[in-house]
């Protein structure tokens, strides 16, 4: 899927979170600059969060209240080791939270989670669903 415009990616935000079950695992790659916390903001937004939503780079977990839940927002670009996070509380998270969203996730890490890669191209950012173990990718329209 191609997302040409901003609009494209609150669309798709809008659609992913309705397709998507509670406590979804959701890894989020691509290059630096490919829009995975700008897919985040649109995410939250489409969760019903109204506040600031950034990159938790340098805090690590950034939380998000929102209507159908918790909304829980991980950067693991500095994590050396990314199974560090089940240490951290992650799995007290996963019956908990509406959506966890893992920015720089390994799939080999978090076997049953849903990645989606995003790469910039000239015309756009291409978006690509990679479901792993037990998880569908769910059904979106282009």
Known sequence: MLLKHLEDTRSFAQQLVQRLPKGALVLLTGPMGAGKTTLV?????????????????????????????LLVHIDAYRMADQEELYHLGLEDYLPEARLI???????EVFPDSLEIRLTPTPQGRQLELIPHGNTAAPPLSE
């Open 101 to 107: 969203l893992i920015e720089w996730g390994k799939p």
């Open 41 to 69: 903001k649109f995410i939250a937004e489409a969760l019903g969060f109204k506040g600031e939503v950034t990159s938790p780079t340098y805090t690590l977990i950034h939380e998000y209240p929102t209507a159908e839940g």
